[in-house]
């Protein structure tokens, strides 16, 4: 069958087969008829609910399905989930190579975190593609991709990093957020831990949070294993919602991928625009490396608004009437979001014409979402 097809049929309750949809489980205390029904369940079975019932179970494997993994751990965020993909890589003390333009939050955790786990974390230029062999030295143990890169959406070269990684022994984590896993899958491209916050395109309603992380081989075992030991559980509520979205995501982000481009050539176009942060457009210095590893592209990008300040930025966000203002993205409904505020780059310093505005496009009409635009910015 094609992915599409198998999308749509994929995590279907084994149990309950008269139900288009699984039933949602909730329960911590699962009873068992014997002892050893309760501490060595069949293969299937749980024996506790942290672990997650159903319809956890048709989600992971929904999930599994998606990115042709062996195991998909769930985390009660996105973040959580980034943590626990990078909780599993490191398995000794060292350097990790992590990208200059990861997740804010993320970066915290590596800033913060990673140093008391022993590893210390070293940032690299999105746009080193092979050239990370130099960075990498008997002492690194991780690399942390994230393609495109938040808020600035580089691209990043992954079969070339996979390679110049797995010829040193070191193991790959990306933050897949992007692509939703539909739009590229990373493990393909050879990573090892691939990372998703399923609050954004999964979910696609702006109503819960949730993160997947998906593995294969030995690195899905000790996914598993981590997912464990930290105590990670979500909810069956938000389970359920979770794999109800993933059976329109194509369509979602094939609506916000194709308005979300129309709109980036017209603000390209755009007297007052200087410049925009899309790599589907082909006058991204990314396009080529989009075009070889992504299908199509999703809907969310930037743009600078020419020598305008941080606060200018943020008064041409706050005049639209269609786009709402808010963090996350991915949901049905269209956000702008001023970001200078959260901008931090070590590796290369972040240098703007403007200030830098980013969108999520949502399902609305293309006419409708350009007239809000091209009012404010007149
Ligand atoms: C939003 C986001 C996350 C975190 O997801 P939450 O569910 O909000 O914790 C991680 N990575 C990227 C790239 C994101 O945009």
Same mark, same amino acid.
């Given at each position: 069958m094609k992915r599409d097809t198998r999308l749509i049929h994929s995590g279907r309750s084994q149990r309950d087969r008269e139900l288009v949809n699984p039933p949602v489980r909730? #329960? !911590?205390?699962?009873?068992?008829?014997?002892?050893? +029904?309760?501490?060595?369940?069949?293969?299937?079975?749980?024996? @506790?609910?942290?672990g997650g019932l159903s319809p956890n179970d048709e989600l992971r494997a929904a999930i599994a399905d998606m990115y042709e993994a062996d195991h998909v751990g769930l985390a009660p !965020?996105?973040?959580?989930?980034?943590?626990?993909?990078? =909780?599993? +890589?490191?398995?000794?003390?060292?350097?990790?190579l992590i990208t200059d333009s990861a997740y804010k939050p993320v $970066?915290?955790?590596?800033?913060?975190?990673?140093?008391?786990?022993?590893?210390?974390? =070293? @940032? @690299?230029?999105?746009? &080193?593609?092979?050239?990370?062999? /130099?960075? &990498?030295?008997? /002492?690194?143990?991780?690399i942390l991709i994230e393609s495109p890169g938040s808020l600035t959406f580089e691209v990043q070269d992954i079969p070339a990093i996979?390679?110049? #990684? $797995? #010829? +040193?022994?070191?193991?790959?984590? &990306?933050?897949?957020?992007?692509s939703a896993g539909w739009l590229m899958n990373p493990l393909a491209l050879g990573v090892d831990y691939a990372a998703q916050a399923l609050t954004k395109y999964a979910g696609g309603h702006s109503d819960f949070l949730m993160g997947a992380v998906a593995a294969r081989g030995a690195h899905a075992k000790r996914l598993k294993s981590q997912e464990s030991v930290n105590g990670l559980h979500v909810s069956p509520d938000d389970a359920f919602?979770?794999? $109800?979205?993933? =059976?329109?995501?194509?369509?979602?982000?094939?609506?916000s991928g194709a308005t979300g481009l129309e709109l980036a050539h017209r603000l390209d176009a755009h007297k007052r625009i200087a410049r925009v942060l899309h790599p589907a457009l082909p006058s991204s210095p990314d396009h080529a490396l989009y075009a070889r590893q992504f299908s199509g592209p999703a809907g969310c990008f930037a743009f600078i608004v020419k020598? +305008? !300040?941080?606060? /200018?930025?943020? #008064?041409?966000?706050? !005049?639209? /009437?269609?786009?709402?203002?808010?963090?996350?993205?991915?949901g049905f409904e269209s956000l702008i979001l001023p970001c200078d505020r959260q901008i931090i780059r070590t590796a290369v310093p972040w240098s703007a014409e403007g200030a830098l505005l980013r969108l999520s496009v949502g399902l609305e009409d293309v006419e409708d979402l350009w007239g809000d635009l091209a009012r404010v910015l007149g």
């Open positions: 909730r #329960a !911590s205390t699962v009873l068992g008829d014997s002892a050893q +029904a309760l501490y060595e369940p069949t293969p299937g079975e749980h024996h @506790y609910g942290r !965020s996105g973040l959580a989930s980034v943590v626990l993909a990078l =909780r599993a +890589a490191v398995t000794g003390p060292g350097e990790a $970066r915290r955790f590596c800033d913060e975190e990673l140093p008391r786990l022993g590893v210390t974390p =070293r @940032y @690299y230029d999105p746009r &080193i593609g092979a050239d990370i062999a /130099q960075l &990498i030295t008997p /002492q690194t143990r991780m996979t390679a110049a #990684a $797995r #010829a +040193a022994g070191v193991t790959t984590v &990306i933050d897949d957020t992007w919602l979770c794999l $109800r979205g993933l =059976r329109t995501l194509p369509l979602r982000l094939e609506r020598d +305008a !300040s941080a606060a /200018q930025g943020e #008064a041409i966000a706050e !005049s639209c /009437q269609l786009f709402a203002m808010g963090f996350s993205w991915g």
